[in-house]
């Protein structure tokens, strides 16, 4: 299983790279990466198999935080209590967003962010991306609310960009009435 130390901490200016398209066929190596990746991110969202090997909750990982420049991601969503579904997106484009803008109520966090972060980091309520699958294949994924907000968060990794950026340190609540809080 993959291991938290294998992710790389926000002082790695590696995180600030803007990763490149992915080209299929995938490699074994980003296969593996998928592979370990899901299982840590399921395991981590198990109360019970948290405890039990200590890993701290996470949603979702970019390939950056391993240290690997490529334009993939993978999510796993609780769509509902003990419900997950893993999502793995290569060269997703953003193709329309609501103007509606959110933020998670609970703050977001980041498997490569070890500190408690406050403020708000403004989302779009839902979106439409483009993506390909893991054997290359055209794919469109509707999103809204907390998937919607993943998704964003994993986008930004592939251009360098990290949840903290989104918040001004003077003014951490700025705009807050203008969003709606999930
Ligand atoms: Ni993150």
Do not use: W
Not at 67 to 73: H, T, V
Not at 134 to 148: I, S
């Amino acid at each position: 299983m993959l291991k938290l130390r294998d992710v790389l901490d926000e002082s790695n200016q590696l995180l600030r790279t803007i990763s490149k398209e992915v080209v299929f066929p995938i490699t074994d190596n980003d296969q593996e990466q998928i592979r370990k990746t899901i299982n840590y991110l399921t395991k981590s969202q198990d109360p019970v198999l948290a405890k039990k090997y200590n890993l701290r909750p996470g949603m979702g990982l970019a390939a950056i935080q391993l240290g690997i420049p490529k334009r993939y991601f993978v999510i796993v969503h609780e769509e509902a209590p003990t419900q997950f579904k893993t999502y793995i997106i290569f060269n997703p484009k953003i193709i329309s967003h609501a103007a509606e803008l959110i933020y998670a109520g609970s703050g977001e966090g980041c498997l490569s962010v070890n500190r408690e972060v406050e403020g708000i980091v403004p989302r779009y309520a839902r979106l439409t991306i483009t993506y390909q699958d893991e054997k290359g294949q055209k794919q469109t994924l509707r999103a809204r609310e907390e998937l919607a907000i993943a998704i964003q968060h994993e986008i930004d990794h592939l251009n360098g960009i990290l949840f903290i950026d989104h918040i001004n340190p003077k003014n951490p609540y700025q705009n807050e009435e203008k969003m709606r809080m999930i």
